[in-house]
């Protein structure tokens, strides 16, 4: 699972215009509640414009649609100032963002799952001025995605001191906006229970209970990309409590995140990735994530994508790879040419991950040829030579599995200077690096004779 940084949400940035509600409780009163591990921090870049809300052109239609939801948003944080001042003190939320289990000792080391936490709303906080910007006093244009970017970090604060069971009304009107007709409207419904589902895993139930995923899924396809953005961190935020991966698996998402997955922003992708990757952990569904065809983009996220992006990959690859028709799926989709150029990438963080998936890969026969024609060898002995502790590790495992079984592999071992490393390994390294360089070594010195009676 990927490595994450948690960046405070930089309030700082947000636009200084009238706030639409400030409870006095909230000004006397800091909420103060630990964030448990969630499942994805959002890497997103400040945009300097978001066309979705500004209205320059826009019908009479369209801004009576606005005023509408804008009416909603305040409804909902009406409701919510209501609950907070009728709270006394912080109630500390029983959050249990658990971090997923262990995808393998060799991934465990160095990856952790988190969830849509901190600064995912950083992208949208810079406002575009509105049609009449020229006019020194303009009168301000009800603009729903503004009025909720405002109340966001006030919202927030609300949202982690009521129980779920006052925040019930809000969810609903939440849901009833993502029918809307109006983009607008189901665009501040799906941020608002992205949100909601960020950090507390009964809010995450109370979510999915009142029939968010299906309402949330046909977003999944929208034409806004930002629409689709929250829609899809939407469902990987209520994806990390175990009941909603069955509902969002039963509701039929598995395609359409894969369609996020080729069609989507950088963000999108990503958070696309990391839901098909939650999904996963129900066995089953690494069988139909597959066979619905997840492996293709995903090698083209982890070949085209961010730094990011490219772990996302990395660590959903390795957990559908962990099913023998995927591996097949994976070298057919071209993954072993980027893994073997990744392992020769030193300081990303990336190549450690690279050679688990390979590994993985060479577990059956078609993966074992496609590393060796791609130069997997020599890339290994450089990461044996060069990498890191753990990727010396995992490094000599993967040789091992290639050389085991092939006389012509060590000989390509050989060639490429592979025993000076491995002799250092076998006395420098960790335990378990010394044992699998000393097995290596000793499949390097049997007689080329003896072992081409059993070996290809």
């Given at each position: 699972m990927v490595s994450l940084e948690d960046s405070p949400s930089n309030l700082s940035r947000l636009p200084s215009t009238r706030p639409f509600y400030t409870p006095s409780s909230l000004s006397s009163t800091k909420i103060q509640r630990p964030l448990g591990p969630s499942m994805r921090t959002i890497r997103s870049k400040i945009y300097q414009t978001d066309r979705s809300c500004s209205f320059p052109g826009s019908t009479t239609a369209e801004r009576s649609a606005c005023v509408s939801e804008n009416l909603t948003d305040s409804v909902i944080d009406l409701r919510l100032g209501e609950l907070a001042s009728r709270t006394n003190k912080s109630v500390k939320s029983s959050s249990s963002a658990q971090d997923f289990p262990e995808l393998s000792q060799a991934f465990s080391d160095f990856s952790a799952c988190s969830s849509d936490i901190s600064g995912e709303l950083q992208?949208?906080?810079?406002?575009?001025?509105?049609?009449?910007?020229?006019?020194?006093?303009?009168?301000?244009e009800p603009e729903p995605c503004v009025g909720f970017l405002q109340r966001e970090s006030f919202s927030t604060e609300i949202i982690e001191s009521i129980s779920p069971e006052d925040l019930q009304p809000t969810i609903k009107i939440c849901i009833d906006g993502l029918r809307?007709?109006?983009?607008?409207?189901?665009?501040?419904?799906?941020?608002?229970?992205?949100?909601?589902?960020?950090?507390?895993?009964d809010n995450r139930a109370l979510i999915g209970e009142s029939g968010a995923v299906p309402a949330l899924i046909p977003l999944l396809r929208c034409s806004d990309p930002w629409t689709q953005e929250h829609a899809v961190t939407a469902l990987l935020n209520l994806s990390l409590l175990e009941e909603n991966k069955t509902l969002i698996t039963n509701a039929g998402a598995i395609k359409?995140?894969?369609y996020v997955l080729k069609t989507g922003t950088e963000t999108s992708k990503q958070n696309a990735?990391?839901?098909?990757?939650?999904?996963?952990?129900?066995?089953?569904n690494k069988i139909s994530i597959g066979a619905c065809g997840a492996i293709p983009p995903l090698v083209s996220l982890l070949i085209n994508g961010?730094?990011?992006?490219?772990?996302?990959?990395?660590?959903?690859?390795?957990?559908?790879?962990?099913v023998k028709l995927n591996k097949e799926r994976a070298v057919s989709a071209g993954a072993v040419k980027p893994l073997v150029e990744l392992v020769l990438e030193q300081g990303r963080g990336l190549a450690e991950k690279a050679m688990v998936v390979l590994s993985s890969l060479a577990a059956i026969q078609v993966g074992k040829a496609a590393i060796v024609e791609e130069g997997g060898i020599p890339a290994l002995v450089e990461a044996i030579e060069d990498g890191s502790v753990k990727g010396k590790e995992f490094a000599v495992l993967t040789l091992l599995q290639l050389c085991s079984d092939s006389v012509r592999n060590r000989g390509l071992l050989v060639r490429e200077g592979g025993i000076?490393?491995?002799v250092a390994l076998s006395q420098t390294g960790t335990s378990r690096a010394k044992h699998k360089a000393e097995t290596l070594l000793g499949f390097l010195r049997e007689p080329r004779q003896e072992a081409s009676s059993s070996s290809p």
């Amino acid at each position: 699972m990927v490595s994450l940084e948690d960046s405070p949400s930089n309030l700082s940035r947000l636009p200084s215009t009238r706030p639409f509600y400030t409870p006095s409780s909230l000004s006397s009163t800091k909420i103060q509640r630990p964030l448990g591990p969630s499942m994805r921090t959002i890497r997103s870049k400040i945009y300097q414009t978001d066309r979705s809300c500004s209205f320059p052109g826009s019908t009479t239609a369209e801004r009576s649609a606005c005023v509408s939801e804008n009416l909603t948003d305040s409804v909902i944080d009406l409701r919510l100032g209501e609950l907070a001042s009728r709270t006394n003190k912080s109630v500390k939320s029983s959050s249990s963002a658990q971090d997923f289990p262990e995808l393998s000792q060799a991934f465990s080391d160095f990856s952790a799952c988190s969830s849509d936490i901190s600064g995912e709303l950083q992208r949208l906080a810079s406002i575009p001025t509105s049609e009449n910007a020229s006019d020194p006093n303009p009168e301000p244009e009800p603009e729903p995605c503004v009025g909720f970017l405002q109340r966001e970090s006030f919202s927030t604060e609300i949202i982690e001191s009521i129980s779920p069971e006052d925040l019930q009304p809000t969810i609903k009107i939440c849901i009833d906006g993502l029918r809307s007709p109006s983009i607008a409207v189901k665009r501040s419904a799906a941020a608002k229970l992205r949100l909601l589902a960020k950090n507390r895993s009964d809010n995450r139930a109370l979510i999915g209970e009142s029939g968010a995923v299906p309402a949330l899924i046909p977003l999944l396809r929208c034409s806004d990309p930002w629409t689709q953005e929250h829609a899809v961190t939407a469902l990987l935020n209520l994806s990390l409590l175990e009941e909603n991966k069955t509902l969002i698996t039963n509701a039929g998402a598995i395609k359409s995140l894969i369609y996020v997955l080729k069609t989507g922003t950088e963000t999108s992708k990503q958070n696309a990735a990391c839901a098909l990757l939650s999904l996963s952990l129900i066995d089953d569904n690494k069988i139909s994530i597959g066979a619905c065809g997840a492996i293709p983009p995903l090698v083209s996220l982890l070949i085209n994508g961010s730094n990011r992006g490219k772990k996302d990959a990395l660590t959903t690859l390795y957990k559908l790879c962990l099913v023998k028709l995927n591996k097949e799926r994976a070298v057919s989709a071209g993954a072993v040419k980027p893994l073997v150029e990744l392992v020769l990438e030193q300081g990303r963080g990336l190549a450690e991950k690279a050679m688990v998936v390979l590994s993985s890969l060479a577990a059956i026969q078609v993966g074992k040829a496609a590393i060796v024609e791609e130069g997997g060898i020599p890339a290994l002995v450089e990461a044996i030579e060069d990498g890191s502790v753990k990727g010396k590790e995992f490094a000599v495992l993967t040789l091992l599995q290639l050389c085991s079984d092939s006389v012509r592999n060590r000989g390509l071992l050989v060639r490429e200077g592979g025993i000076p490393p491995l002799v250092a390994l076998s006395q420098t390294g960790t335990s378990r690096a010394k044992h699998k360089a000393e097995t290596l070594l000793g499949f390097l010195r049997e007689p080329r004779q003896e072992a081409s009676s059993s070996s290809p």
